[in-house]
């Protein structure tokens, strides 16, 4: 699994074993992973895409104001 985010800055702390959020285990999950080649970090959305069966878009999705449907412009911006 090859994850990506524009931030490079993000990456560099990823591929150094720093987690940016809080979960418990989830370190030790993706360090064993990691030394394992099942999981790699990039900037490179072309690199990390190519040859893909398929791609995952996590971003935020808030609620639209007054309808409360999925305000969806973050997927569709990355995408």
Do not use: H, W
Request: with cysteine; aromatic share 6%.
């Amino acid at each position: 699994m090859i994850c990506v985010d524009k931030d490079a800055k993000k990456i560099g702390k990823l591929n150094t074993g720093e987690v940016p959020i809080y979960e418990p285990g989830l370190d030790a999950l993706m360090a064993r992973n990691v030394a394992a080649g099942r999981l790699s970090f990039t900037t490179d959305l072309a690199a990390a895409v190519d040859g893909a069966a398929a791609v995952f878009i996590a971003v935020g999705t808030p609620t639209r104001r007054g309808d409360g449907q999925a305000d969806l412009t973050y997927v569709m911006t990355a995408a």
